[in-house]
C-alpha cells in the first residue's frame, strides 16, 4: 500500500463530535515533536465533551426532563439478568512512557495513530462512568463486592441471591434486574430473601425517608413559615420541585405533603432551614442512620440528589421506612394520594371583591406508582406508602410497604437494568406477590435490626407493646385485610410496626388508623 502525501502547508485535523477541528499532528517535514498537539488535542476533546455534557442530568425524577431517559437507555447496552448493570466497554492499546514511543513511526503513520488514539479517548469519555466506583466483571457489568456488611446476618454480607426456600415454597420472580434488593417482613424483621442486600449504592430520593424520619418530630404539623430566598438556595439543577416560592408562608404540614407526594427538594431544603440548615441537618441525619444502625448509609444531601460519596443500601432503606412508619403522621404522608397545596397569593382584578387578595390551591399527586397508579402499571393491592426516587446516577429506587391477609411486607429495589417502563415498580410487585405466597415456606436468612439501645421484641403480645384486645385492636383485625390498593393502606390499619415502648424495640399489632384525608380508592 502507498502511504499516501500528508500535505506540507497544512497541519492535519481531525473531527470529533463538536464540530470545531483541532491540529492532531504535524508536517511529514517538520521536526518538531507531535506529542505537545496531540496533548493539546486530548484536552480540547475532554473539554468539549465536558461541555456538552447536560448540567441538568442528575435529574430527581423519572420523566421530568425529556432528555433524561434517552440519554441514560441510549447510552446503555444491553443488561443482563440478576442485577449487574452494563456498561460501554472501550477498546484499545495502552501507551506507556518510556518503552512505547512515537520516535520511530513514520509522520503519515504518527498521525494515523493519533487520529486513532483521540477517537478511541472520545468512545471513553463519553461512555457512561459508574454510580459506585465498582469494580467490572467480564461483560462490563458492575459487580457487588465480594464481602459487605454483616448487619443481620452473615447471609447478607454475601453478594447474588440469598433465599431459603422449604418445601412447597414458590420460585423468586425470574425476571428481577435489580441491582440490590430486600423482602422482609415488617413485623418481625425476618429477611425472606434478598440480593446484594448491603451493597452500597447511590439512594436517590428515597433518601427522604431518612430525612423524614430525622426530622418530622422536630416541627408541629400547624406551624406556619414564611420562606426566606435563602431557605431555597442550593437546590440541584433538574431537581423535582413541588412549587414553593419565596416570601410566601407554608404550614409544615403543607411542607410535609410536598416532600412525600412530589419529592420537592425544594420542600426539603425549607425545612432544612428550619432545622438551622443543611450541614446541621445533614449532620443529624447521619446520626439518626447511626443510631438505626443504618451502617451503610453516608448522607451528603438531605434531598437524595446526588453528591459525590453519598450511598445507602437496599438493607438501610428498610430500616429508615421501618422507623419512620412508627410515627403517625409519616405513615399518613406516605399513604395519601392526592392533596390539595398553597399556591401564591394573587391580587383580585374584577368583582365586588377587586383589590383584595386571593390564595389559590392546586392538585399535587403522589409519585408513587404502586399507590396512585399509571398507564402501564396498576396501583398495587394493600399498597401504603413508601417512597421512589430517581436520579441518573442511582437509577430508579423504591421502598414500598403492603399488607394482605394479616401479612405485611417491606419491599426495597434498587436500580433495575431491564429498560422496561416502570421497572422498579413491576419488580417491587412481583416481590411482594412472592413474598406474600412463600409466607410461612422460607426460612429468614437475616433480619432487620432494632436500634441502639433497644432490646429486641416481636410479635403479638411483645412485652411493652400494651397488650392485645383493646376495641380498637379488635376493630382494626375485623377490617378487610385484602385491601383495594391505593388509598387503603391496610398495612397502617393492621398495625403491625415497630414501636418503641419502655425501652424495647417491640411489634405493635394493631394501631389506629391516621384517617382518609387526601387519599382515594384504587380501582383493580
Given at each position: 500500500?502507498?502511504?499516501?502525501?500528508?500535505?506540507?502547508?497544512?497541519?492535519?485535523?481531525?473531527?470529533?463530535?463538536?464540530?470545531?477541528?483541532?491540529?492532531?499532528?504535524?508536517?511529514?517535514?517538520?521536526?518538531?515533536?507531535?506529542?505537545?498537539?496531540?496533548?493539546?488535542?486530548?484536552?480540547?476533546?475532554?473539554?468539549?465533551?465536558?461541555?456538552?455534557?447536560?448540567?441538568?442530568?442528575?435529574?430527581?425524577?423519572?420523566?421530568?426532563?425529556?432528555?433524561?431517559?434517552?440519554?441514560?437507555?441510549?447510552?446503555?447496552?444491553?443488561?443482563?439478568?440478576?442485577?449487574?448493570?452494563?456498561?460501554?466497554?472501550?477498546?484499545?492499546?495502552?501507551?506507556?512512557?518510556?518503552?512505547?514511543?512515537?520516535?520511530?513511526?513514520?509522520?503519515?503513520?504518527?498521525?494515523?495513530?493519533l487520529v486513532a488514539s483521540a477517537a478511541l479517548l472520545t468512545m471513553s469519555t463519553a461512555a457512561p462512568a459508574l454510580a459506585d466506583g465498582k469494580p467490572k466483571d467480564d461483560d462490563g457489568h458492575p459487580k457487588p463486592p465480594a464481602k459487605m456488611s454483616t448487619v443481620g446476618g452473615a447471609q447478607l454480607g454475601e453478594a447474588g441471591t440469598q433465599v431459603k426456600l422449604k418445601p412447597g415454597a414458590p420460585v423468586l420472580p425470574k425476571d428481577l434486574t435489580g441491582r440490590s434488593w430486600i423482602v422482609s417482613d415488617a413485623e418481625t424483621g425476618e429477611v425472606m430473601a434478598s440480593h446484594n442486600a448491603h451493597?452500597?449504592?447511590?439512594?436517590?430520593?428515597?433518601?427522604?425517608?431518612?430525612?423524614?424520619?430525622?426530622?418530622?418530630?422536630?416541627?408541629?404539623?400547624?406551624?406556619?413559615?414564611?420562606?426566606?430566598?435563602?431557605?431555597?438556595?442550593?437546590?440541584?439543577?433538574?431537581?423535582?420541585?413541588?412549587?414553593?416560592?419565596?416570601n410566601e408562608t407554608y404550614s409544615v404540614h403543607d411542607l410535609w405533603l410536598g416532600v412525600f407526594l412530589k419529592s420537592g427538594n425544594d420542600a426539603v431544603h425549607v425545612l432544612s432551614a428550619m432545622n438551622e440548615g443543611v450541614p446541621k441537618t445533614v449532620e443529624d441525619m447521619q446520626k439518626h442512620a447511626e443510631e438505626l444502625q443504618a451502617l451503610d448509609t453516608h448522607v451528603v444531601s438531605p434531598d437524595g440528589y446526588d453528591a459525590k460519596g453519598q450511598v445507602s443500601s437496599a438493607y438501610d432503606l428498610s430500616l429508615f421506612a421501618r422507623s419512620g412508619l412508627q410515627k403517625k403522621d409519616f405513615r399518613e404522608y406516605c399513604a395519601t394520594a392526592t392533596a390539595q397545596f398553597p399556591g401564591q397569593i394573587k391580587k383580585i382584578e374584577k368583582g365586588k371583591d377587586k383589590g383584595k387578595t386571593k390564595r389559590g390551591t392546586f392538585e399535587i399527586q403522589n409519585t408513587n406508582r404502586l399507590l396512585t397508579g399509571a398507564p402501564g402499571i396498576s396501583a398495587y393491592k394493600g399498597?401504603?406508602?413508601?417512597?421512589?426516587?430517581?436520579?441518573?446516577?442511582?437509577?430508579?429506587?423504591?421502598?414500598?410497604?403492603?399488607?394482605?391477609?394479616?401479612?405485611?411486607?417491606?419491599?426495597?429495589?434498587?436500580?433495575?437494568?431491564?429498560?422496561?417502563?416502570?421497572?422498579?415498580?413491576?419488580?417491587?410487585?412481583?416481590?411482594?406477590?412472592?413474598?406474600?405466597?412463600?409466607?410461612?415456606?422460607?426460612?429468614?436468612?437475616?433480619?432487620?435490626?432494632?436500634?441502639?439501645?433497644?432490646?429486641?421484641?416481636?410479635?403479638?403480645?411483645?412485652?411493652?407493646?400494651?397488650?392485645?384486645?383493646?376495641?380498637?385492636?379488635?376493630?382494626?383485625?375485623?377490617?378487610?385485610?385484602?385491601g383495594s390498593g391505593m388509598g387503603t393502606a391496610l398495612a397502617i390499619t393492621g398495625g403491625v410496626l415497630v414501636v418503641l415502648a419502655g425501652g424495647a424495640f417491640v411489634i405493635r399489632r394493631r394501631l389506629p388508623l391516621p384517617g382518609q384525608s387526601g387519599r382515594r380508592t384504587s380501582q383493580d
Open positions: 500500500m502507498v502511504p499516501t502525501t500528508v500535505p506540507k502547508t497544512k497541519e492535519t485535523t481531525a473531527s470529533v463530535r463538536c464540530t470545531q477541528k483541532y491540529p492532531v499532528g504535524l508536517s511529514a517535514s517538520s521536526k518538531a515533536s507531535p506529542l505537545p498537539s496531540f496533548h493539546r488535542f486530548l484536552t480540547k476533546v475532554i473539554q468539549m465533551n465536558q461541555l456538552h455534557t447536560p448540567k441538568a442530568s442528575r435529574n430527581q425524577e423519572t420523566g421530568r426532563l425529556s432528555f433524561i431517559r434517552s440519554v441514560s437507555r441510549a447510552s446503555l447496552p444491553h443488561r443482563r439478568r440478576g442485577g449487574d448493570e452494563g456498561t460501554q466497554r472501550t477498546s484499545g492499546a495502552t501507551c506507556t512512557a518510556p518503552p512505547c514511543t512515537f520516535s520511530s513511526v513514520p509522520a503519515v503513520k504518527k498521525t494515523a495513530m451493597w452500597r449504592l447511590p439512594p436517590a430520593s428515597t433518601l427522604k425517608m431518612l430525612f423524614a424520619d430525622t426530622v418530622l418530630p422536630k416541627f408541629p404539623k400547624s406551624q406556619k413559615h414564611k420562606v426566606a430566598p435563602s431557605d431555597l438556595e442550593g437546590i440541584g439543577a433538574g431537581s423535582s420541585l413541588v412549587g414553593i416560592k419565596e399498597i401504603a406508602g413508601v417512597k421512589n426516587g430517581y436520579t441518573s446516577n442511582a437509577g430508579n429506587t423504591f421502598t414500598g410497604v403492603a399488607e394482605r391477609n394479616g401479612k405485611v411486607l417491606l419491599v426495597t429495589v434498587m436500580n433495575p437494568s431491564s429498560g422496561e417502563a416502570h421497572a422498579v415498580y413491576k419488580e417491587t410487585a412481583g416481590l411482594f406477590d412472592w413474598g406474600f405466597k412463600a409466607a410461612g415456606k422460607v426460612d429468614p436468612v437475616g433480619r432487620l435490626v432494632a436500634p441502639k439501645g433497644a432490646t429486641g421484641g416481636a410479635g403479638k403480645g411483645a412485652p411493652g407493646s400494651g397488650g392485645e384486645g383493646t376495641d380498637a385492636e379488635k376493630a382494626a383485625h375485623s377490617s378487610d385485610s385484602g
